[in-house]
């Protein structure tokens, strides 16, 4: 049963940082996909970063190249996002997810296993 936990958010001025951990159980970790997305109100879900960690491919949108990196800790099966140089136009709900098929991707409708998310505040 495959299962992804998100942790971190929280409150943080315009121009912080946050880490976000995606703790993943159930699956081959090292050759699945992992993605974060968000989710603004009255917003559509936005994928942001991709890591495959077998081969450090990675993905990144537009709206966060540069300021956020995802990496994966392949021991302790855990995905994070480092985010700085936050904006208020980042708050929103962040969520991790895993995809069956193979490959880095930012597509919502690809994933099919996702965690609870986890709410991040940038305050200006």
């Known amino acids: 049963d495959v299962q992804l936990q998100a942790s971190g958010g929280g409150l943080v001025q315009a121009g912080g940082s946050l880490r976000l951990s995606c703790a993943v159980s159930g699956l081959t970790f090292g050759n699945s996909a992992i993605a974060w997305f968000r989710q603004a109100p009255g917003k559509e879900r936005e994928g942001i970063a991709c890591?495959?960690?077998?081969?450090?491919?990675?993905v990144y949108s537009d709206s966060v190249k540069g300021r956020f990196t995802i990496a994966s800790d392949n021991a302790k099966n855990t995905v994070y996002l480092q985010m700085n140089s936050l904006k208020p136009e980042d708050t929103a709900v962040y969520y991790c997810?895993?995809?069956?098929?193979?490959?880095?991707?930012?597509?919502?409708?690809?994933?099919?296993?996702w965690g609870q998310g986890t709410l991040v505040t940038v305050s200006s």
């Open positions: 997810a895993t995809k069956s098929r193979y490959g880095s991707s930012t597509y919502t409708y690809e994933y099919d296993y």
């Open positions: 890591i495959v960690s077998d081969n450090d491919d990675t």
